[in-house]
Protein backbone atom coordinates (compact mmCIF):
# COMPACT_ATOMS: atom_id res chain seq x y z
CA UNK A 1 0.00 0.00 0.00
CA UNK A 2 2.47 2.41 0.72
CA UNK A 3 4.59 1.42 -2.32
CA UNK A 4 1.65 2.44 -4.13
CA UNK A 5 1.51 5.37 -2.05
CA UNK A 6 4.90 6.48 -2.90
CA UNK A 7 4.15 5.78 -6.39
CA UNK A 8 1.40 7.90 -6.68
CA UNK A 9 3.32 10.54 -4.86
CA UNK A 10 5.88 10.54 -7.81
CA UNK A 11 3.80 10.95 -10.25
CA UNK A 12 1.94 14.08 -8.84
CA UNK A 13 5.25 15.34 -8.42
CA UNK A 14 6.21 15.27 -11.66
CA UNK A 15 2.78 16.24 -13.39
CA UNK A 16 3.89 19.15 -10.78
CA UNK A 17 6.99 20.35 -11.76
CA UNK A 18 6.10 19.40 -15.46
CA UNK A 19 3.25 22.13 -15.08
CA UNK A 20 5.57 24.56 -13.39
CA UNK A 21 8.01 24.11 -16.00
CA UNK A 22 4.94 24.77 -18.81
CA UNK A 23 3.87 27.69 -17.09
CA UNK A 24 7.50 28.91 -16.95
CA UNK A 25 7.90 28.36 -20.77
CA UNK A 26 4.59 30.73 -21.30
CA UNK A 27 5.78 33.58 -19.30
CA UNK A 28 5.65 36.52 -21.02
CA UNK A 29 5.83 40.47 -20.09
CA UNK A 30 2.92 40.60 -18.69
CA UNK A 31 3.51 37.66 -16.03
CA UNK A 32 6.93 39.79 -15.02
CA UNK A 33 5.52 43.06 -15.11
CA UNK A 34 2.81 42.03 -12.51
CA UNK A 35 5.75 40.71 -10.12
CA UNK A 36 7.73 43.48 -10.59
CA UNK A 37 4.32 45.46 -10.03
CA UNK A 38 3.51 43.09 -6.55
CA UNK A 39 7.50 44.70 -5.85
CA UNK A 40 6.67 48.19 -5.86
CA UNK A 41 3.55 47.74 -4.03
CA UNK A 42 5.23 46.20 -1.54
CA UNK A 43 7.41 49.19 -0.78
CA UNK A 44 5.11 51.45 -1.22
CA UNK A 45 3.47 49.94 2.18
CA UNK A 46 6.68 50.31 3.45
CA UNK A 47 6.87 53.96 2.39
CA UNK A 48 3.61 54.63 4.24
CA UNK A 49 4.73 53.22 7.27
CA UNK A 50 8.18 55.28 7.24
CA UNK A 51 5.30 58.52 6.26
CA UNK A 52 7.37 58.93 2.97
CA UNK A 53 6.45 58.65 -0.68
CA UNK A 54 8.71 56.56 -3.50
CA UNK A 55 10.40 58.84 -5.89
CA UNK A 56 9.48 59.78 -9.32
CA UNK A 57 11.53 58.50 -12.29
CA UNK A 58 11.50 60.59 -15.75
CA UNK A 59 11.72 57.14 -18.15
CA UNK A 60 13.10 57.92 -21.93
CA UNK A 61 14.04 54.68 -22.94
CA UNK A 62 14.38 53.42 -26.20
CA UNK A 63 13.42 49.96 -26.84
CA UNK A 64 14.61 47.13 -24.07
CA UNK A 65 15.38 43.05 -24.67
CA UNK A 66 14.33 40.43 -22.12
CA UNK A 67 18.44 40.07 -21.96
CA UNK A 68 18.53 44.22 -20.80
CA UNK A 69 15.18 43.56 -18.26
CA UNK A 70 17.22 40.67 -16.59
CA UNK A 71 20.27 43.10 -16.20
CA UNK A 72 18.24 45.29 -14.32
CA UNK A 73 16.27 42.98 -12.68
CA UNK A 74 19.28 41.89 -11.46
CA UNK A 75 20.71 45.51 -10.52
CA UNK A 76 17.86 45.73 -8.51
CA UNK A 77 17.83 42.39 -6.94
CA UNK A 78 21.43 43.54 -5.45
CA UNK A 79 19.54 46.96 -3.89
CA UNK A 80 17.64 44.27 -1.63
CA UNK A 81 20.20 43.00 -0.57
CA UNK A 82 20.95 45.93 1.06
CA UNK A 83 17.73 46.87 1.95
CA UNK A 84 17.66 43.45 3.65
CA UNK A 85 21.08 44.26 5.65
CA UNK A 86 19.37 47.92 6.56
CA UNK A 87 16.89 46.09 8.04
CA UNK A 88 18.87 43.15 10.08
CA UNK A 89 18.03 40.44 7.48
CA UNK A 90 20.46 38.66 5.56
CA UNK A 91 21.98 39.41 2.40
CA UNK A 92 21.38 36.82 -0.18
CA UNK A 93 23.73 35.82 -2.96
CA UNK A 94 22.83 36.86 -7.09
CA UNK A 95 22.12 34.31 -8.57
CA UNK A 96 24.39 33.44 -12.31
CA UNK A 97 23.56 35.05 -15.87
CA UNK A 98 22.25 32.47 -17.94
CA UNK A 99 24.86 31.96 -21.03
CA UNK A 100 22.15 30.96 -23.34
CA UNK A 101 19.48 33.72 -24.73
CA UNK A 102 17.16 35.28 -21.83
CA UNK A 103 13.96 34.45 -22.35
CA UNK A 104 10.67 35.95 -20.25
CA UNK A 105 11.15 33.29 -18.31
CA UNK A 106 14.69 33.64 -16.53
CA UNK A 107 13.32 37.42 -15.63
CA UNK A 108 10.58 36.21 -13.71
CA UNK A 109 12.75 33.50 -12.09
CA UNK A 110 14.58 36.03 -10.16
CA UNK A 111 11.73 38.80 -10.20
CA UNK A 112 9.85 36.49 -7.77
CA UNK A 113 13.02 35.93 -5.84
CA UNK A 114 13.20 39.52 -5.44
CA UNK A 115 9.63 39.78 -4.51
CA UNK A 116 10.24 37.19 -1.68
CA UNK A 117 12.76 38.94 -0.37
CA UNK A 118 10.89 42.24 -0.53
CA UNK A 119 7.62 40.71 1.54
CA UNK A 120 10.39 39.14 4.17
CA UNK A 121 11.80 43.00 4.67
CA UNK A 122 8.32 44.32 4.72
CA UNK A 123 6.89 41.88 7.56
CA UNK A 124 9.97 42.48 9.50
CA UNK A 125 9.47 46.35 9.85
CA UNK A 126 5.47 45.91 10.35
CA UNK A 127 3.85 47.47 7.31
CA UNK A 128 0.77 46.22 5.95
CA UNK A 129 0.57 43.96 3.44
CA UNK A 130 -1.09 45.16 0.13
CA UNK A 131 -3.24 43.90 -2.77
CA UNK A 132 -1.94 42.30 -5.37
CA UNK A 133 -1.56 43.62 -8.60
CA UNK A 134 -3.71 42.36 -11.30
CA UNK A 135 -2.09 40.72 -14.24
CA UNK A 136 -1.74 43.48 -17.47
CA UNK A 137 -2.04 42.93 -20.75
CA UNK A 138 -0.03 44.15 -23.72
CA UNK A 139 3.27 44.84 -22.07
CA UNK A 140 6.90 44.56 -23.38
CA UNK A 141 10.26 44.21 -21.86
CA UNK A 142 10.72 48.20 -21.92
CA UNK A 143 7.90 48.72 -19.75
CA UNK A 144 8.92 45.94 -17.44
CA UNK A 145 12.48 47.89 -17.62
CA UNK A 146 10.58 51.36 -16.85
CA UNK A 147 8.76 50.30 -14.03
CA UNK A 148 11.81 48.35 -12.69
CA UNK A 149 13.12 51.84 -12.63
CA UNK A 150 10.50 52.97 -10.42
CA UNK A 151 11.48 50.06 -8.00
CA UNK A 152 15.12 50.95 -7.92
CA UNK A 153 14.08 54.66 -7.02
CA UNK A 154 11.65 53.32 -4.18
CA UNK A 155 14.36 51.14 -2.39
CA UNK A 156 16.46 54.64 -2.39
CA UNK A 157 13.81 56.15 -1.09
CA UNK A 158 13.52 53.55 1.74
CA UNK A 159 17.32 54.32 3.25
CA UNK A 160 19.11 52.19 1.07
CA UNK A 161 22.34 53.84 0.17
CA UNK A 162 22.58 55.65 -3.02
CA UNK A 163 25.02 53.70 -6.14
CA UNK A 164 28.48 54.49 -5.69
CA UNK A 165 31.71 54.11 -8.13
CA UNK A 166 32.38 50.71 -5.64
CA UNK A 167 29.69 49.36 -7.42
CA UNK A 168 30.14 50.70 -10.99
CA UNK A 169 33.31 49.62 -10.94
CA UNK A 170 32.32 45.83 -10.03
CA UNK A 171 30.26 45.95 -13.59
CA UNK A 172 33.17 46.89 -15.24
CA UNK A 173 35.45 44.32 -14.28
CA UNK A 174 32.41 42.19 -14.81
CA UNK A 175 32.08 43.47 -18.24
CA UNK A 176 36.16 42.78 -19.06
CA UNK A 177 36.04 39.48 -17.54
CA UNK A 178 33.11 38.35 -19.89
CA UNK A 179 34.87 40.23 -23.04
CA UNK A 180 38.15 37.81 -22.18
CA UNK A 181 35.29 34.69 -22.47
CA UNK A 182 34.44 35.89 -25.77
CA UNK A 183 38.14 36.01 -27.01
CA UNK A 184 38.95 33.25 -25.47
CA UNK A 185 35.82 31.31 -27.10
CA UNK A 186 37.32 33.12 -30.90
CA UNK A 187 41.07 31.89 -29.78
CA UNK A 188 42.70 35.11 -29.14
CA UNK A 189 45.43 35.10 -26.77
CA UNK A 190 47.16 38.32 -27.76
CA UNK A 191 47.43 40.00 -24.84
CA UNK A 192 46.15 43.51 -24.71
CA UNK A 193 48.11 46.20 -22.85
CA UNK A 194 46.33 48.22 -19.86
CA UNK A 195 45.78 52.24 -21.25
CA UNK A 196 47.22 55.01 -19.81
CA UNK A 197 45.70 56.02 -16.56
CA UNK A 198 43.42 58.98 -16.59
CA UNK A 199 42.75 61.00 -13.82
CA UNK A 200 40.07 63.23 -12.34
CA UNK A 201 36.86 62.09 -13.80
CA UNK A 202 33.88 62.78 -13.28
CA UNK A 203 30.46 60.75 -13.84
CA UNK A 204 29.86 62.21 -17.11
CA UNK A 205 33.26 61.45 -18.86
CA UNK A 206 32.23 57.80 -17.39
CA UNK A 207 29.07 57.82 -19.02
CA UNK A 208 30.31 59.27 -22.37
CA UNK A 209 33.01 56.45 -21.95
CA UNK A 210 30.31 54.02 -21.45
CA UNK A 211 28.54 55.45 -24.37
CA UNK A 212 31.25 54.88 -26.26
CA UNK A 213 32.34 51.05 -25.32
CA UNK A 214 28.40 50.48 -26.67
CA UNK A 215 28.93 51.92 -29.46
CA UNK A 216 31.81 49.45 -30.13
CA UNK A 217 29.90 46.51 -28.98
CA UNK A 218 27.13 47.68 -31.09
CA UNK A 219 29.92 47.83 -34.33
CA UNK A 220 31.09 44.26 -33.28
CA UNK A 221 28.08 42.25 -33.37
CA UNK A 222 28.25 43.53 -37.25
CA UNK A 223 31.05 41.37 -38.12
CA UNK A 224 29.85 37.55 -39.00
CA UNK A 225 29.38 35.58 -35.57
CA UNK A 226 29.06 38.26 -33.21
CA UNK A 227 25.38 38.99 -34.18
CA UNK A 228 23.04 39.18 -30.99
CA UNK A 229 19.05 38.84 -30.95
CA UNK A 230 17.74 41.81 -32.00
CA UNK A 231 20.84 44.11 -32.38
CA UNK A 232 22.43 46.10 -29.53
CA UNK A 233 20.14 48.49 -28.43
CA UNK A 234 21.49 52.53 -27.81
CA UNK A 235 19.94 54.28 -24.87
CA UNK A 236 18.76 57.53 -25.52
CA UNK A 237 21.97 59.68 -24.65
CA UNK A 238 21.91 61.36 -21.49
CA UNK A 239 23.28 65.52 -21.59
CA UNK A 240 23.50 67.55 -18.14
CA UNK A 241 24.48 66.26 -14.92
CA UNK A 242 25.19 62.81 -14.23
CA UNK A 243 25.23 60.22 -11.77
CA UNK A 244 26.47 57.21 -10.58
CA UNK A 245 22.94 55.20 -10.78
CA UNK A 246 22.86 57.05 -14.78
CA UNK A 247 26.51 55.29 -14.93
CA UNK A 248 25.75 52.02 -13.55
CA UNK A 249 22.39 52.00 -15.64
CA UNK A 250 24.31 51.99 -19.24
CA UNK A 251 26.92 49.09 -17.67
CA UNK A 252 24.43 46.90 -16.67
CA UNK A 253 22.85 47.17 -20.80
CA UNK A 254 26.73 47.08 -21.70
CA UNK A 255 26.69 43.68 -19.58
CA UNK A 256 23.55 42.31 -21.21
CA UNK A 257 24.88 42.83 -24.84
CA UNK A 258 28.26 40.93 -24.10
CA UNK A 259 26.39 38.48 -22.64
CA UNK A 260 24.83 37.74 -25.35
CA UNK A 261 27.98 37.77 -27.57
CA UNK A 262 29.11 35.08 -25.93
CA UNK A 263 26.52 33.03 -26.56
CA UNK A 264 26.75 33.81 -30.14
CA UNK A 265 30.59 33.14 -30.40
CA UNK A 266 30.14 29.80 -28.24
CA UNK A 267 31.43 30.73 -24.92
CA UNK A 268 30.10 28.82 -22.27
CA UNK A 269 32.11 30.07 -19.06
CA UNK A 270 29.84 31.54 -16.97
CA UNK A 271 30.00 35.25 -15.91
CA UNK A 272 31.96 35.71 -13.35
CA UNK A 273 31.42 38.58 -10.85
CA UNK A 274 34.07 39.99 -8.39
CA UNK A 275 33.89 40.77 -4.68
CA UNK A 276 32.26 44.21 -3.81
CA UNK A 277 35.10 47.04 -4.39
CA UNK A 278 36.28 49.68 -2.09
CA UNK A 279 38.23 52.97 -2.12
CA UNK A 280 37.14 53.95 -6.15
CA UNK A 281 36.98 56.71 -7.76
CA UNK A 282 34.84 57.25 -10.87
CA UNK A 283 38.73 57.85 -12.87
CA UNK A 284 38.58 53.77 -11.72
CA UNK A 285 35.80 53.25 -13.55
CA UNK A 286 36.89 55.21 -16.90
CA UNK A 287 40.53 53.31 -17.01
CA UNK A 288 38.45 50.01 -17.23
CA UNK A 289 36.11 51.06 -19.40
CA UNK A 290 39.26 52.04 -21.51
CA UNK A 291 40.71 48.98 -21.20
CA UNK A 292 37.24 47.30 -22.29
CA UNK A 293 37.36 49.02 -25.64
CA UNK A 294 40.89 47.85 -26.02
CA UNK A 295 39.48 43.98 -25.81
CA UNK A 296 36.35 44.81 -28.42
CA UNK A 297 39.08 46.50 -30.68
CA UNK A 298 41.21 43.17 -30.18
CA UNK A 299 38.11 41.40 -31.72
Known amino acids: MFKHLGKTMMIALAGASISMSSAMAQTTPDHVYQVVDNVKAELAEMHKANSTKPPKVKVNLTKRMPRHVLQKTREVYGDVQKLRKLKGLDEKALP ?13 GLAD ?3 ADVKEVRKKVGAAAPTAAPLPSGKEPTDVYAELMQVKASIGGLGVPETTPNDAYQVALTIISDIEKVRAAKGIK ?3 ADPAAAKGKKPKDVYKEAYK ?3 KVKALTKKDGYGV ?3 VVMPNKLDGPITPTEVIDILNNILAEVGAIKVAVGATAAT ?3 GKQS ?3 PSDVYNALR ?3 ALVDSL
Open 96 to 108: SFPVRTVKPADVR
Open 113 to 115: KTL
Open 190 to 192: VAV
Open 213 to 215: LLG
Open 229 to 231: PGG
Open 272 to 274: EFP
Open 279 to 281: GKT
Open 291 to 293: KAE
